[in-house]
């Protein structure tokens, strides 16, 4: 009996601790271990890309991806949000409403 009872807590214990590690995807099915610092310049440039769109975000959400950018939490003129994927060009590839 006690072996058993001694079994369940090691397994609680490891699935406790492995909980974080599975946290790491963010929802979107991206795993953030490989993201890169995007550079001022890049970053720079999609401000001024977004603020002729007449949008606007926190540049914090600009995420570098294997074959471009995805910008998190895109506020646009009228109110409406969306996700935006960049070309490693900076032209659009892709947009979702939030």
Same mark, same amino acid.
């Given at each position: 009996m006690k072996t058993i009872i001694?079994?369940?807590?090691?397994? !609680?214990?490891v699935l406790f601790l492995?909980?974080?590690a599975v946290s790491l995807a963010d929802g979107h099915g991206h795993d953030h271990d490989h993201d890169e610092k995007v550079d001022k310049a890049t970053v720079d440039k999609i401000m001024?890309? !977004?603020k002729d769109m007449k949008c606007e975000m926190d540049p914090n959400d600009i995420?570098?991806?294997d074959d471009g950018?995805?910008?998190d939490d895109v506020f646009c003129e009228g109110g409406k949000?969306?996700?935006i994927e960049l070309d490693k060009n900076l032209k659009?590839?892709?947009r979702r409403a939030e």
């Open positions: 001694k079994t369940i807590s090691i397994a !609680l214990t492995a909980g974080p001024a890309m !977004l995420e570098k991806e950018y995805e910008l949000q969306f996700d659009e590839t892709g």
